[in-house]
């Protein structure tokens, strides 16, 4: 099979830092679905997975965590797909990824792909939606049913892949979200996806805040910097209110702001549950599910912006060089393998 994939660890403007290269095709065993990748969409995950350093790999290693695909043969375990099911999944960071037209996935951690996206659309939603489903529902433990609406949702970095996926979730919610974007065309892209408030991650957060008539908010969620907006974040959180951070911090974090306030503070990590097997990764079947069923009934709608096309090390490496631009505004696909 086709697949592009690393040796080395190389800055992205070298041409060796992701390869055109042909794989063995892999055979499903045990839960395992076999899938023909048909789009894969670019996180920061792969950039962070590939930053330069000394090592080397012995084998190919393959990046990718968010495609859309038709499962090609299923493991003797498989229960919930058969082969020309066509699929959407984010996948194990532990495993090899999606950036090769045939995958292995465990079927736990897949959903049906909406039936109203193409496969370039429906790969752009899988790892962003699992993080802002799990970190507002699971971890902040928000009601995703109705009886959290109302209350106040402070998104930090409104318009990158998650943001823009986080907000929409976070309307079906009820809840009152106020984004963050620092730039025109961020601003209006978080206030189309359904903001009902936008601020300037880029000025301080406490009068904008106040500008809107609230002293506090009761949610936060960061999906940027945990060290930079730490301070902010405990100003602004209510007393027993709830914070998600998804970014590891670089310096330890100070216990006053959100220690007063009795806050929770929850980490949310999108592979812990395929990483570590836990008894309920089933979940992210569901949830997948769920959102599915939520884009094609037309309460939330797809967050791609660009595809690049076709899948190969060139388009490969023109997509992880945007994403460290660090000024994405929803996503970008990369699809088709001719
Ligand atoms: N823990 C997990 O499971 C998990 C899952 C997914 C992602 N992540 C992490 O979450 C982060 C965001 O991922 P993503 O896919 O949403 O990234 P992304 O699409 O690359 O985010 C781009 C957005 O970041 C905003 N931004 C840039 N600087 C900012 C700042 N100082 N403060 C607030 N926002 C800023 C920009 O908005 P403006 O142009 O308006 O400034 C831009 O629209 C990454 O570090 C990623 O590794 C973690």
């Known amino acids: 099979m086709k697949a592009v994939a690393l040796t080395r660890y190389l800055p992205i403007g070298d041409p060796q ?50 495609a859309a695909g038709t ?5 003797p375990q498989v229960t919930l797909f058969k082969p020309g099911d066509e699929v959407y999944y984010a996948g194990d960071v532990t495993r090899q990824g999606s950036n090769s037209e045939l995958q292995l996935v465990d079927e736990r951690i897949v959903a049906r792909k909406p039936k109203s996206l193409d496969f370039a659309q ?44 986080g907000i929409q979730i976070a309307k079906v919610a009820g809840l009152t979200v106020i984004a963050t974007a620092s730039r025109p065309e961020t601003v209006a892209w978080v206030k189309e996806l359904g903001a009902d408030h936008v601020v300037d991650h880029s000025q301080p957060l406490r ?25 902010a974040m405990g100003d602004l959180i209510k007393p027993q209110g709830a914070i998600c951070l998804i970014v590891g911090n670089r310096a330890p974090l100070a216990q006053e702001g959100v220690r007063g306030k009795s806050a ?14 836990t008894p309920d990764m089933i979940e992210q079947h569901r949830l997948l599910t769920r959102v599915a069923e939520l884009i094609d009934a037309g309460r939330i709608r797809g967050t791609l912006r660009e595809v690049l096309r076709p899948i ?27």
């Not at 830092?17 to 055979?27: I, M």
């Not at 048909?38 to 590939?50: C, F, G, I, L, W």
């Not at 503070?265 to 570590?276: A, G, K, N, Q």
């Open 17 to 66: 830092s992701l390869l055109d290269v042909t794989l063995p095709d892999p055979t499903p065993t045990g839960r395992d679905l076999l899938v023909r990748v048909e789009a894969v969409s670019v996180n920061p995950v792969d950039t962070k997975q590939r930053a330069p350093s000394a090592k080397v790999e012995p084998q190919p290693r393959v990046l990718g965590w968010d």
């Open 71 to 75: 499962v090609a043969a299923a493991g």
């Open 122 to 165: 429906a790969a752009a939603i899988p790892l962003t939606a699992i993080t802002a489903w799990e970190g507002f529902f699971e971890r902040m433990r928000i009601d995703p049913a109705g009886a959290s609406r109302g209350a106040t949702l402070l998104i930090i970095g409104g318009a990158g892949g998650v943001g823009s996926i």
């Open 207 to 231: 009068p904008q805040i106040e500008a809107l008539g609230l002293k506090f908010v009761d949610y936060i969620a960061n999906f940027n910097d945990t060290d930079r907006y730490w301070e």
């Open 264 to 277: 929770a503070v929850c980490w949310e990590l999108m592979f812990t549950r395929p990483r570590f097997a």
């Open 312 to 338: 190969n090390a060139s388009n490969l490496r023109a997509a992880h060089a945007k994403l460290e631009s660090g000024k994405m505004i929803g996503k970008l696909v990369v699809a088709d393998w001719n």
